[in-house]
């Protein structure tokens, strides 16, 4: 019992502090992850919009989709919105604020893989092979589905999945690259 007030637990006032910095730390991550979703959302309108105003055929997407590349010719990567259109693939990154564009004539294939550029994921990334060489991967719903209409386009006759042996190791991608270069 606390002797200056006796009918208090002084456990109180420590359980009261965590309790109240919880409160204040949960509102400040809610407003930080709404700021994120919302910048998300109207970078994601904004490339929608811009994409259209260019006159670009959307053949598949826009879709919610994470950018990654190996090498790093296109940079580190990001969250963004992924089109496809007649004659490219189009991946407008939220931050930093850039357009990525693949010319259809520049890839030689699509495929899937689980594991890519250090990361692994519940869903198979989509991986497009350049004619110059390097990978880039998304990861987005339905990577089978783009992976297909991707190979349909430039016309690639290949199976968008790799043998399961080439999907666990790290470097598979790159092995993957080397085995058709």
Known sequence: MNPANPGVNPLIYPIVIFTGSLVIAMLLLTYAVSSISAAIRKRREQAIRDWQARGVNFLLGPIQANFLNEPRSFGVGGNGTLVMSDSAIHFAQVMPEREIIIPLKDIER?????????????????????????????????????????NRAVGAVVSVTLPANAQTGESSASAAWSATN
């Open 110 to 150: 699509a495929f899937l893989l689980r594991r890519f550029n250090g990361r692994r994921g519940a869903k198979p990334f989509l991986i497009i092979q350049r004619k110059v060489g390097d990978l880039t991967g998304f990861q987005l719903e339905n990577a089978g589905n783009w992976a297909a209409a991707i």
